[in-house]
């Protein structure tokens, strides 16, 4: 496709892709700006899709009037159309320059339990918050609506919230036809039997403050209204997820088990969690009060670490549950035995040919399993942990530092593609990609495997071989190479999603890589795992929507043991097996419910199956 910006051909350049949404492709121009170009129908994520097809070419028929008539006033803070991009002619729409954002995470982030057990205070997600809430109030006072008001159309830059995907708002006679489910209100719904959501009325200024609620509370306590698990009476069946929002049977309701990852509801004043109630609920529409927002105060227990803007700890109070694993613990027929606690928060961990290794934060430092700090310093999020043997890797955007006991930090550049770097590390070796290629450590100084897409790449490695992919503009691939060997196997033929790809983990196993990829499309979070063999063959896949309680609910919380995947829930373990080409879940485990959650991680040790979570370490044994 030919693309023309201000009379000019430009190159859509894949090493220069900034993202990949579900409607278009978003590239670095290199003058402060990023193009946005819509897919066309043809494009290769839609290939075999054809309501997607249909879709697609609706947005573009629309495109054509609606840019053009774009509001020219817009608040600061919003990524509005500079200049549209045309074909040859000039004639049909195909994209828009627009400002670039440096340096930015997705809104979506701050309801990451781990992005905020590594450093995203509860007092910057308020900071933030406030700013969007200024920001919301002047895109309404111009005559507009967000529409679709989502935790991904937003960026975060430092404290600075900004909205972007401007091409989808509602103005004039505009409606805007997109919307993600886990932000629609229900008002907007229609009918009572739905087994999916989708609205049957326009969005407003109301449906804006109701998502932007919906932010909120993801923001500061890792859960929106609907989260958890739907646990009613027998011999009431479990509400689907779209009946749950017909219900309103939200994470308020007796009968909805709250999400064990999630920070306590008792974190907030009553004030806040009171308006939560009525909005969701009782369904009380309007502006959300700001005054909520400004008297917003967090502060950090002394005893426990929990931030909260209580007048003293939650859970510390006389009453208050216990927050770690006993020494010893039995329920049924699983006993649990804490191998290691601490009153800062575990950052990372791994198992190296068994010998269990991990990272932690405490007294102003990161420090090893042996207690010796590698790094001074506040929790900072935008760190990235890898272990090998008594090396600490660590990484923030194109920069790697290697911290060996005993010697001077060395410092590489690797690729960061969005923010997340180009790293991998086995007990034997660490790879990464730079500048087109993929490395590995050698003997005499780093040595070349192969050609990887420069600044694209994704990368994982396991003790026997590797696996890396791109998703970039109308490219898509993936390779495995040889732990020890030079050269990559590419051309790998995945069942790639075709929306936007918002978190990836990957684990291995003997010739086995169990990769686990979220993707948001159509409105919902959709998890994929993907089984891929030494030989870069598919031997299983599987799906299934984020959050619907099954095993694949949740993309971390996994341990794969040959054939067998053990996936930790709030409910308990799940062990799924691989069988002919399928991945079945043959058998639960309750009995692990105290000792595990859908956030946890699960490491398979010289001692058994091993969890990790915020401050404390586990050793599981089941009969």
Known sequence: MEVYLEGKKVRLDPTRSLGKGGEADVFDLGDGR????????????????????????????????????????????VVVPQTLATDRRGRTVLGYAMRKLDSVEPLRRFSDPAFRRGGATSARVVEVLRGLHHTLEAVH?????????????????????YLIDADSFQFGAFLSAVFTERFLD??????????????????????????????????????????????????????????????RLTVFHSDVQYPKPALPLVTLPDEMLHQFHRIFVEDTR???????????????????????????????????????????????QVSATRLFSTRGVIVHACAEDGVLRW??????????????AVLHGPLDPSLHWAIQGDVTLVSRGGELAVLAPGHAPERFGLDAPEGRPALAANTRHRYWAHAGGLWRDGAFGPERIGDVLQGQTRLFAGPRFGLGFHRAGNLRGAFVFDATRTGI???????????????????????????????????????????????????????????????????????????????ATDAGLTRVELKQGKLEAIRDFPDAEPFVDADCRLLMTRSGLTVVRRQDISGLRMT
């Open 34 to 77: 990023a193009l946005k170009v819509f897919k066309p129908p043809e494009h290769p994520d839609y290939q075999g899709l054809p309501e997607e097809q249909s879709a697609a070419r609706a947005r573009l028929d629309e495109h054509q009037s609606k840019l053009p008539a774009f509001p020219k006033v817009m608040p600061a803070r």
């Open 141 to 161: 006072g111009s005559g507009v609506v967000v529409g679709d008001f989502n935790d991904l159309n937003v960026l975060v830059t430092g404290n600075d919230a």
């Open 186 to 247: 229900p008002l907007r719904l229609t009918g009572t039997m739905a087994t999916s959501l989708s609205p049957g009325r326009p969005a407003s200024p109301d449906s804006d403050w109701y998502a932007f609620a919906v932010a909120l509370m993801q923001s500061l306590l890792c859960v929106g209204p609907y989260g958890g698990i739907h646990r009613p009476r027998a011999p009431t069946p479990r509400a689907t997820p779209a009946a749950r929002v017909h219900q």
């Open 286 to 332: 309007g502006a959300f009060p700001a005054q909520l927002l400004e008297g917003l105060r967090f502060t950090s227990c002394p005893s426990c670490g929990l931030e909260h803007a209580r007048l003293a700890c939650p859970t510390c109070s006389p009453h208050a549950a216990a927050a770690s694993t006993p020494v010893s613990s039995v329920r049924g």
């Open 359 to 372: 990272l932690y934060h405490d007294e102003g430092a990161y420090r090893r399993e042996d207690g010796r």
């Open 489 to 567: 196997k590419d051309g790998l033929a995945l069942p790639w999603p075709s929306g936007r790809l918002v978190d990836v983990e990957c684990l291995f196993e003997g010739s086995n890589a169990w990769l686990f990829l979220a993707e948001e499309t159509n409105g919902r979070t959709v998890h994929h795992c993907v089984v891929v063999g030494m030989d870069g063959s598919v031997r299983a896949s599987a799906h299934a929507e984020a959050g619907d309680s099954s095993w694949l609910g949740s993309l971390r919380g996994k341990c794969a043991v040959g054939d067998v995947l053990f996936a």
